[in-house]
Structures are given as C-alpha cells and as structure tokens.
C-alpha cells in the first residue's frame, strides 16, 4: 500500500517569513494530493490540492508543488501569520472515491 | 449547508463495552470515509464505502471492529468489545465521485472522542 512520509515534524519560523513541508510517497499510481490544516481539538481542513497533471498550484499565500518523477511534493506558505500556527498533513491517494494515506504531521509554529 | 455529521461527539465508556459512532455525509456525497486519529499513529484510513457499499476495509485494526452504511445518509462505525487501545478520535469524511470526473476533495466532520477506560 501507499506510504507517505512527512518532514519536519516540527517547524518554527519567525512572523513573516517562509514555511516549507516537505512530503514523499511511494506508490506510483497516486495522482492526488491535499494538505490539510488541524487546530487543536479541530477537524482537518482541506486548505489545497494539486493533482498529478499538474506541477504547481498556488491560492494566495500558499502553493503546492508536485514532482511525480521525484515521488515527492512540497507545501510553500509565505508571509507567515499568527493564524498559521496549526499542524499540517499531507496526503495522497489514487483519486476519484480511493481513501487518503496521511503523513505524520507538521506542527507549524510561528513565532512573534 | 449542513456539512458532515458526527455523533456522539464525545463518548467515555468502559472496557468491554460496546460503542456505536455514526455519521451523515453530506448531501448528495456517494463516498464515505472512516478514519481514526491518534497521537502514536497519526490519521489512519479504516474503510470506506462508495455508493453505500463497502470498497476498502483493510484498515479496519480487528474483527472487533465493524462498519455499516444502510443508505446514502448514514453510517455506522462499531466497536464490540472496546478495549483502552480503541481511545483516539474517529473522523467521518465524504465526498463526490463521478468517477472520471472526480471531485476527489474529503470534507471531514468534527469527530468522535472515544475515550475506552
């Protein structure tokens, strides 16, 4: 089955400047990738997606980027913000009804 | 909208107990997912069902474990007999599937907080 791995576990970055998560796979056949966004005591929140016919996808402060050759994709946020703070999953899956493999998680910590 | 429906959100029972957790996706959704969230395993896929039928449910951790979804409105995950290992939080989520034309985005519900004690 599918195997996603997460990194860093833990990131802490100053009030404005850049955040990357980085997340590898290992099954070929996944075409779809969503991060989600947990507070604490929360559900996960889809915040994007990027799917395998494209290499990058951005929505304001954040962008997905997708190397299928690699097997590995990546979250960008820029001008990180208080409300950031939160963890962070990535997650593949071959699409269409196919169920998620989560990564273990980032705790994005943002400092003031 | 309503969005996905989780009931009981917490739940605190004793071990051997039998627990009964349920869902209602959205509407209109024709795929639902069953996950379990704890600190040691992180989010786990434990089945899902597509079109009210079961697709996958090699997740599921033991045959203590048993998932049903009746109709297109209502899921059922149940955990006979419930052991202290079972204490996490379990997520419903849906989503739309036209096959080649999928949606594939799972919008998660607020959870269950099963604590086994």
Redesign the interface.
């Known amino acids: 089955?599918e195997n996603v791995e997460q990194h860093p576990s833990t990131l802490s970055v100053q009030e404005g400047d850049s955040a990357v998560i980085k997340c590898t796979y290992s099954d070929s056949a996944s075409n779809?990738f969503?991060w989600?966004k947990q507070e604490l005591g929360?559900?996960?929140?889809?915040i994007i997606?990027i799917?395998s016919n494209v290499g990058e996808k951005k929505d304001q402060r954040i962008a997905v980027t997708l190397n299928k050759t690699a097997k590995h994709f990546s979250l960008h946020i820029t001008e990180t913000q208080p409300e950031d703070s939160a963890v962070y999953?990535c997650a593949a899956?071959r699409?269409?009804?196919?169920?998620?493999?989560?990564?273990?998680?980032t705790h994005l910590i943002i400092q003031p | 909208d309503a969005g996905v429906i989780q009931s009981p959100r917490h739940e605190v029972t004793e071990m051997g107990q039998e627990v009964t957790l349920r869902c209602k996706p959205i509407s209109g959704h024709?795929?639902l997912?069953w996950?379990r969230q704890t600190m040691m395993r992180?989010?786990?896929?434990l089945i899902?069902f597509?079109n009210n039928v079961p697709?996958?449910d090699?997740?599921m951790p033991e045959d203590r474990f048993s998932a049903k979804m009746p109709n297109a409105s209502f899921s059922t995950l149940k955990i006979q007999p419930s052991e202290p290992r079972d204490s996490a939080v379990y997520?419903c989520a849906s989503?739309f599937?036209q096959?080649t034309i999928?949606t594939?985005?799972?919008?998660?519900?607020?959870?269950t907080r099963l604590t086994v004690l």
């Open positions: 089955g779809y969503p989600y929360k559900r996960p929140q889809l997606d799917r999953f899956s699409g269409g009804a196919d169920g998620l493999t989560f990564g273990k998680g | 024709n795929s997912f996950y992180g989010l786990e896929l899902y597509n697709i996958d090699s997740g997520f989503s599937d096959g999928a594939d985005t799972q919008y998660f519900g607020p959870g």
